[in-house]
């Protein structure tokens, strides 16, 4: 019994100070977001290239009923040391604050959990090509640096239409 | 001051009121004798003002009061009423309206009312004379200050108040409205506990004065507060108590009959005041603080009395009637004898429990020795019969539900009295049983609605109900007749009504949860096409282990039995699928009514004073479309209601002279034509010359002379909408169409709609609207280009033509081709969109013809796939944007298509080709081209293949 309630407590205390991220790879860079904000996986879904959108849009998907906007997360962040791009990519459907989008990835690895002590605000030395305002934190994990990125401030609007616009030119 | 939660609800509702009420004055106005759309008119009036007062917005419920003080007047009154009268009442609505938009704007009433209010009150003076004399006479003036005075729980005054409303103040006779008005005043300090205590103490204001009832009602109600909280008082202690006031009462019942013998007033009086004395003296006791109240008011009175007859004027026992009718009515398990000859009025068992905690008092009995009966008693008492002898039959319909009302909410703010009150005893009321039941049933939801505001304020609300019980004894007169339609119109201040109301079955939704639903049935759709898979890759299965396995027959047979099965319940699940997606698409739906109702005042205000005369007839008006649409078709159908009348429609005197009937008819139309909705307007004006549209065309040099030479005349109809020539001055001046209609048009074609023009001179102008019954469908016409489908708006595609790839040429690096010796621009859709095509064998490829507004433009694709009902869905904004998309659909297989916009399309095209000059005016030369009349493109539209060499 009393064994059971310290695991109570442990759980409690882990939820207070645990993140639950999913993570997941473009080419080597492993990256993780909120696990609260992640809707669903999906993989082998048919994505419709919308013409003449920037380049970064990969297309649209019918995501039961709903259409929602994919968005190369490689291209978008313009992650240098672009190899080939997986055949079978991962979408990771995300709810940003309202809004659903798909984000294409590499692959997704898995849940990590990791004490909010340990992420560190986003270096400034620029990581592969990563601009450092995409970083909400690093994290050090066993395999190496681990980036949270700010998916709110990756589909933020006005930058969107900028990007849209310098393509067009 | 106003409780900002509410406001929303009040704000929908008084529009929906003051809607209503537009109508009914509209109506007013044709049949200006009418009584029964003035009651209609006092009934929104009277619903606004409840509700303004519930939320605590004292400009609108103070204006709403004087106008049905105005209105009260007028329906008395017969005859027809004045023009001016109507024009006033209009007005009036009008500011309430514009009352009701500041709060929606700026969460307060800022619109003057000042002058209309004395307009008001002009009427008001006018009209009363007889009221000044006879109504509020009828009245005594006290109870509207008794009530008020109550429900600001002054006790000292209200004896006096009704002292001298007893003794026949003529002050208070003098200023009845003065009354009402303070009453007005006083009213928004009460805020909350008057929803359900004015509409009732209100009527009593204006209605009948005359019984001072009303304030000692009001002491009632909150003694059965007061009693609920005694609850677990001795038992026997109240039984005694109520066999005191049983005692006490039938003494005094005897001795007003005695007053009326007048043998000996005064000590009849001594008596009765005896008696009150016991009965206040136990009521304090038992500490019924609102029943002592009571007492006291009525002992003041009879010692009033006293002093009357003590002067020698002759007394009656008018005065004490309410007050015993009061008490029985108040105290239903007593069976008073005698009591029903008493009762001057019926009541209505109050809604108060019987159950007050004993009392072990007995105080001795009382006699009275005092003159009684003065002069003024007996006319009281006569004014007071006389009042509700007319109450009866003439408020039945609308006193009486307004009365109703109060009494809905002081039942249902005390319900649970309701509920543990046992049958009205004979009270001396024939009616309560009827009355009882009826309040029954709604008395339950009102009470979620009263108790939900007044909750903080328990003791207020308690105040209100106290007010509220005045209406029940004329409710109970009136609302025999009226109590089918006074439940239907319940007070609608509360929202939580609304779902209970059997007349209007109603209830508001956000839109946003409809879309909700309307999601989840849509992914309900895919999961049935799922299922359906799974039933065939079932078949699958069963068909392998047959084929590769060893099973035998018996085992192969339940694998079989269970793929039917599944089956089975596959289509069952698609059956009801179906059913709850066009369920839910019906939620959207609304008749038009909605909107053809706006219209009559339109009509009307255009008429005044033009020497025409316009009937508007609307019909199909429960045709029903999307709310979207509606909204948005407002404002170009009173545009074209606008050119109708003051353009088309010929003055009186012209008609006349035409040999037409003098009234000239406009008709609105709506009808369903397959998915579409069809609006038509009608007009028996003089029409529209397609020569005069001609000679103006040619004279504004709009079009080239040979094209317009070969136009048929409905193309040239279709002119009146092109932009430049809406404004032309010449059209106007003779035909009168044309102005504005571009925007008109433009609007349509937002709703996918499109609009087209008959007329015949001299006979008739007819305007065709067709609009997609929901916003959210259209009817598209699917192209593929390479490996990708599109969807093209219907309602942009001129015509389809299948060429050779030898016919396009080049101009300024522009693709062309040449189509009736017009030079068409081409857009190659698989070039624009990088989408990699293998051009067919034959060299053939199709065209589709697109315009909208002022471009047009063909464009180039490999096949096409036909027409289809496809579902808008938004594409997210960063990809809409700019785009030469409008959206996209799911087709039947799941895939994705877009939905092209041939705006953006075309724009997106200049941009693509570093834009030439000449290019650009190659686009901009297609403007005026008027050869596909726009009106004419619509889904029916046949395509022409046009095969060249």
Same mark, same amino acid.
């Given at each position: 019994m009393e064994q059971l309630q310290s695991t109570e407590q442990d759980i409690l205390a882990e939820k207070a100070n645990l993140m639950q991220l999913v993570g997941f790879f473009i080419g080597q860079e492993q990256f993780g977001v909120d696990i609260l904000m992640v809707q669903e996986i999906i993989r082998k879904v048919p994505i419709t290239s919308i013409p003449d959108a920037p380049e970064f849009i990969e297309g649209v998907i019918n995501l039961r009923? #709903?259409?929602?906007?994919?968005?190369?997360?490689?291209?978008?962040? *313009?992650?240098?040391?672009?190899?080939?791009?997986? #055949?079978?990519?991962?979408?990771?459907?995300?709810? &940003?604050?309202?809004?659903?989008?798909?984000?294409? &990835?590499?692959?997704?690895?898995?849940?990590?959990?990791?004490? *909010?002590?340990?992420?560190?605000?986003?270096?400034?030395?620029? &990581?592969?090509?990563?601009?450092?305002?995409?970083?909400?934190?690093?994290?050090?994990?066993?395999?190496?640096?681990?980036?949270?990125?700010?998916?709110?401030?990756?589909?933020?609007?006005?930058?969107?239409?900028?990007?849209?616009?310098?393509e067009r030119n | 001051m106003y409780d900002p939660s509410l406001l929303?609800?009040?704000?929908?509702?008084?529009?929906?009121?003051?809607?209503?009420?537009?109508?009914?004055?509209?109506?007013?106005?044709?049949?200006?004798?009418?009584?029964?759309i003035l009651n209609d008119i006092f009934r929104c009036i009277h619903t606004i003002k409840g509700a303004a007062e519930f939320v605590g917005l004292e400009k609108i419920s103070d204006f709403a009061h004087r106008l049905e003080n105005l209105l009260d007047i007028l329906r008395q009154g017969s005859g027809q009423l004045q023009t001016q009268i109507i024009d006033l009442l209009i007005a009036a609505r009008d500011r309430l309206l514009k009352l009701v938009n500041d709060l929606e704007v700026h969460n307060e009433e800022q619109t003057e009312i000042k002058d209309l209010l004395e307009r008001v009150d002009d009427w008001i003076g006018q009209l009363d004379p007889e009221a000044a004399e006879t109504v509020p006479e009828a009245k005594a003036a006290e109870p509207p200050d008794v009530s008020t005075d109550f429900l600001d729980e002054e006790e000292p005054e209200i004896a006096d108040l009704t002292a001298q409303g007893t003794s026949e103040d003529p002050d208070l006779q003098e200023t009845t409205a003065e009354g009402e008005a303070v009453a007005g005043d006083d009213r928004p300090s009460n805020g909350q506990q008057l929803p359900t205590g004015k509409p009732s103490a209100m009527s009593a204001d204006h209605r009948q004065p005359e019984d001072d009832p009303p304030a000692f009602d009001g002491t009632i109600p909150d003694l059965a507060g007061e009693e609920f909280d005694d609850e677990d008082n001795d038992r026997e202690l109240f039984e005694i108590f109520l066999q005191l006031i049983k005692e006490r009462v039938e003494e005094i019942i005897a001795e007003s009959d005695e007053l009326d013998d007048g043998s000996d007033p005064v000590a009849s009086c001594d008596r009765t005041a005896e008696s009150l004395r016991v009965l206040q003296s136990s009521a304090n006791y038992m500490g019924?603080?609102?029943?002592?109240?009571?007492?006291?008011?009525?002992?003041?009175?009879?010692?009033?009395?006293?002093?009357?007859?003590?002067?020698?004027?002759?007394?009656?026992?008018?005065?004490?009637r309410p007050f015993i009718t009061r008490v029985v009515a108040h105290f239903p398990r007593i069976h008073f004898d005698g009591a029903a000859a008493t009762a001057v009025s019926p009541e209505p068992p109050d809604s108060q429990p019987p159950q007050p905690p004993p009392d072990p008092t007995d105080p001795a009995a009382a006699d009275g020795d005092d003159p009684a009966a003065t002069g003024s008693d007996q006319m009281l008492a006569e004014k007071l019969e006389n009042a509700f002898d007319l109450f009866e039959p003439t408020a039945a319909s609308d006193q009486g539900v307004s009365l109703f009302e109060g009494v809905l909410n002081t039942a249902g703010s005390g319900e649970q009295t309701l509920q543990t009150q046992s049958p009205p005893s004979d009270t001396g009321n024939e009616q309560l049983p009827a009355?009882?039941?009826?309040?029954?049933?709604?008395?339950? !939801?009102?009470?979620?609605?009263?108790?939900?505001? =007044?909750?903080?304020?328990?003791?207020?609300?308690?105040?209100?109900?106290?007010?509220?019980?005045?209406?029940?004894?004329?409710? =109970?007169?009136?609302?025999?007749?009226?109590?089918?339609?006074?439940?239907?119109l319940q007070p609608e201040a509360e929202p939580d009504l609304q779902q209970i109301k059997p007349g209007r079955k109603n209830m508001r939704v956000d839109t946003e949860k409809i879309d909700a639903l309307m999601n989840q049935v849509g992914e309900l759709v895919v999961s049935r096409s799922w299922f359906s898979q799974l039933v065939s890759e079932m078949r699958g299965l069963h068909q392998e282990l047959k084929e590769t396995?060893?099973?035998?027959?018996?085992?192969?047979?339940?694998?079989?039995? %269970?793929?039917?099965?599944? #089956?089975?319940?596959? !289509?069952?699940?698609?059956?009801?699928?179906?059913?709850?997606?066009?369920?839910?698409?019906?939620?959207?739906?609304?008749?038009?009514?909605?909107?053809?109702?706006?219209?009559?005042?339109?009509?009307?205000?255009?008429?005044?004073?033009?020497?025409k005369n316009v009937r508007l007839e609307i019909k199909g008006e429960s045709t029903e479309l999307d709310k979207m649409i509606i909204e948005q078709m407002s404002d170009p159908l009173i545009h074209i209601i606008r050119n109708a009348v003051d353009h088309g429609i010929e003055t009186v005197a012209d008609r006349k002279r035409l040999g037409k009937p003098e009234e000239g008819t406009l008709q609105l139309v709506a009808y369903h034509e397959s998915n579409h909705v069809v609006i038509e307007i009608v007009d028996d004006g003089r029409g529209i010359d397609p020569e005069l549209i001609r000679a103006a065309a040619i004279r504004r040099d709009f079009i080239p002379r040979e094209d317009l030479e070969r136009m048929a005349p409905k193309?040239?109809?279709?002119?009146?909408?092109?932009?430049?020539?809406?404004?032309?001055?010449?059209?106007?001046?003779?035909?009168?169409?044309?102005?504005?209609?571009?925007?008109?048009?433009?609007?349509?074609?937002?709703?996918?709609?499109?609009?087209?023009?008959?007329?015949?001179?001299?006979v008739e102008t007819r305007l065709r609207i067709k609009i997609p019954l929901t916003l959210a469908i259209i009817s598209a016409l699917l192209v593929n280009v390479g490996a990708k489908s599109f969807a093209i708006p219907l309602t942009s595609v001129e015509e389809t033509l299948r060429i050779?790839?030898?016919?396009?040429?080049?101009?300024?690096?522009?693709?062309?081709?040449?189509?009736?010796?017009?030079?068409?621009? %081409?857009?190659?859709? !698989?070039?624009?969109?990088?989408?990699?095509?293998?051009?067919?064998p034959d060299q053939r490829a199709y065209v589709v013809i697109v315009s909208t507004g002022m471009r047009r433009v063909g464009l180039l694709v490999d096949t096409l796939i036909g027409q289809e009902e496809v579902v808008i869905k938004p594409l997210a904004d960063y990809i809409q944007e700019d785009s030469a998309f409008s959206g996209a659909t799911i087709l039947g297989d799941g895939k994705i298509s877009l939905i092209l916009d041939v705006d953006g399309l075309v724009n997106l095209s200049v941009r693509k080709h570093t834009m030439s000059r000449a290019g650009s005016l190659l686009f901009e030369a297609v403007e005026p081209d008027p050869e596909p009349n726009p009106d004419q493109t619509g889904p029916d539209r046949p395509t022409t293949e046009m095969t060249m060499q």
């Open positions: 009923g #709903n259409i929602i906007p994919v968005i190369d997360l490689r291209q978008r962040l *313009n992650i240098m040391g672009i190899r080939e791009r997986k #055949n079978d990519p991962w979408i990771l459907v995300l709810n &940003v604050a309202g809004r659903v989008t798909g984000f294409l &990835v590499d692959s997704v690895s898995e849940v990590l959990k990791i004490p *909010n002590s340990a992420v560190m605000p986003p270096p400034d030395i620029v &990581v592969e090509g990563l601009k450092s305002q995409y970083i909400m934190g690093v994290c050090k994990i066993d395999k190496g640096l681990l980036i949270l990125l700010d998916f709110n401030r990756i589909l933020e609007q006005e930058e969107i239409k900028k990007l849209k616009e310098i | 929303q609800d009040f704000i929908t509702e008084s529009e929906e009121h003051l809607e209503e009420m537009e109508n009914y004055l509209l109506r007013l106005e044709g049949d200006t004798g009418n009584r029964e019924y603080e609102k029943l002592w109240q009571f007492f006291s008011v009525w002992l003041a009175a009879v010692n009033d009395c006293r002093e009357r007859a003590l002067g020698g004027a002759a007394v009656s026992s008018g005065s004490m009355a009882d039941m009826q309040i029954d049933a709604p008395a339950a !939801s009102a009470t979620t609605a009263v108790s939900a505001p =007044a909750d903080e304020a328990d003791d207020d609300s308690e105040e209100g109900l106290a007010d509220a019980q005045p209406g029940e004894t004329e409710a =109970a007169a009136g609302e025999k007749e009226a109590i089918d339609e006074s439940v239907e396995t060893s099973l035998d027959q018996r085992e192969l047979k339940q694998v079989k039995g %269970l793929a039917m099965k599944i #089956n089975e319940a596959t !289509s069952v699940l698609g059956r009801v699928v179906n059913d709850l997606q066009d369920g839910v698409m019906k939620i959207r739906m609304l008749p038009i009514s909605q909107l053809f109702n706006r219209y009559p005042r339109l009509v009307r205000d255009l008429v005044r004073n033009t020497g193309e040239l109809m279709g002119l009146i909408m092109k932009p430049g020539f809406s404004t032309a001055r010449e059209v106007t001046h003779t035909s009168g169409r044309g102005v504005g209609m571009d925007v008109v048009k433009k609007n349509i074609e937002k709703l996918n709609g499109t609009i087209e023009v008959d007329s015949k001179i001299g050779h790839r030898d016919q396009i040429s080049t101009v300024e690096g522009f693709e062309v081709i040449e189509l009736r010796n017009r030079t068409l621009p %081409l857009l190659q859709l !698989s070039a624009m969109f990088d989408i990699e095509t293998t051009p067919s």
